[in-house]
């Protein structure tokens, strides 16, 4: 079972940026796509940016233009680089799989938070 392990967020002002990473304990290589995702307290876990094999990418409406999702398969990491970040991106981010391409869900890891305030 692939382990996942977020880190890089952190407290930055309106209009910063944020690089985040995630580290998979396991090889990425065959996972058809992988995503990250955000976790507000109170609303639904939400998938905000996704990456295939084939490094194909498709954002959310409310973070098109300003993240942008990649992979080191090499390294068995996705990361999420974070532009413009805005109030309403403070959220705990996750990564994992993206079951809707046909990989199953990994054990959630503990998240990274991403808070955006002056």
């Known amino acids: 079972q692939v382990q996942l392990v977020e880190s890089g967020g952190g407290l930055v002002q309106p209009g910063g940026s944020l690089r985040l990473s995630c580290a998979a304990s396991?090889?990425?290589?065959?996972?058809?796509?992988m995503g990250w995702y955000r976790q507000v307290p109170g609303k639904p876990r939400e998938l905000v940016a996704a990456?295939?094999?084939?490094?194909?990418?498709n954002y959310a409406d409310s973070v098109k233009g300003r993240f942008t999702i990649s992979r080191d398969n090499a390294k068995s990491t996705v990361y999420l680089q974070m532009n413009s970040l805005k109030p309403e991106d403070t959220a705990v981010y996750l990564c994992?799989?993206?079951?809707?391409?046909?990989?199953?869900?990994?054990?959630w890891g503990q998240g990274t938070q991403v808070t955006v305030s002056s």
């Open positions: 994992n799989a993206v079951p809707r391409y046909g990989s199953s869900l990994f054990r």
């Open positions: 396991g090889s990425i290589i065959s996972i058809n796509a």
């Open positions: 990456i295939t094999s084939g490094a194909t990418t």
